[in-house]
């Protein structure tokens, strides 16, 4: 089966905001490099606000939302705080992720099998906003079926062991990680579910999951931050763009 539809790609702007914060003051403005990432073709915007604010701050996913004309999706944990702001600020969609203070970056997917008790009033409150809800999960039919039980029209796959397995260029494990990711994604979209997927996704191993067809969404962000050094990050998330393409009308699923 070769995918013929448009696939979305959202650019995380987090790790311009960890630039500016290793300084402090107002540069790079993350922002600036949204409206960037506009310009070159990205469809929409995600920025994850954490508990201990190492990265985005409140006022950049206000002003976010006030400045960009993309949709923007907030990136959260499942706490009290970080419900009242997403009501304050009305993004277009939040994705409820799971968070350690002491992570470098998220590690996994939520638990939402375990938690379905507490995340399914969050997922209740957010979208009696007009908040598109979405839960990242591991490529796990179990927490995907939780994920439809809790009301989350969306989720979004954990692609971090696909990326890892990548990096271990260990042929057998890459195949076996990107197959969970293709069937996770195949069982989502038979339940009813949105699929998006993201987390450690670059120009080398980007393609085989952007040609799954079920998927309608890639969010990518530490990669195109990183890639922007070298090349601009108009340039980065071009070449993001042309990959996702190629991999889409290519027929390489």
Not at 45 to 60: E, N, P, S, V, Y
Not at 132 to 152: C, H, K
Not at 154 to 178: D, F, M, Q
Request: charged share 25%.
């Amino acid at each position: 089966m070769s995918a013929s539809k448009h696939l979305r790609l959202g650019v995380n702007i987090d790790h311009v905001a960890t630039i500016r914060n290793a300084r402090g003051g107002d540069h790079p403005d993350p922002v600036k490099a949204a409206e960037l990432a506009m310009s070159a073709g990205a469809d929409g915007i995600t920025a994850h606000l954490r508990g201990d604010r190492r990265h985005i701050r409140d006022d950049d996913m206000r002003r976010l939302k006030d400045e960009i004309p993309l949709p923007l999706n907030f990136e959260m944990a499942a706490t009290a705080e970080m419900q009242m702001l997403a009501i304050e600020i009305r993004p277009h969609a939040c994705c409820i992720v799971p968070e350690n203070r002491e992570e470098k970056t998220t590690e996994g997917g939520l638990d939402v099998a375990g938690q379905g008790n507490f995340i399914a009033p969050l997922v209740a409150s957010l979208s009696d906003h007009g908040i598109r809800v979405s839960l990242f999960v591991d490529p796990d039919p179990r927490q995907i079926e939780a994920a439809r039980r809790v009301g989350a029209p969306v989720i979004e796959i954990h692609t971090g062991a696909y990326h890892e397995a990548c990096a271990a260029t260990t042929n057998s494990r890459i195949k076996h990680e990107l197959e969970l990711v293709r069937k996770a994604a195949a069982f989502a979209a038979s339940l009813g579910l949105e699929v998006h997927a993201g987390h450690g996704l670059t120009f080398h191993n980007v393609q085989p999951v952007a040609a799954i067809p079920e998927l309608a969404e890639l969010n990518i962000g530490h990669f195109l931050v990183g890639e922007a050094v070298f090349m601009g990050l108009a340039e980065s998330v071009k070449e993001m763009k042309k990959l996702i393409a190629d991999a889409r009308t290519g027929g390489l699923y």
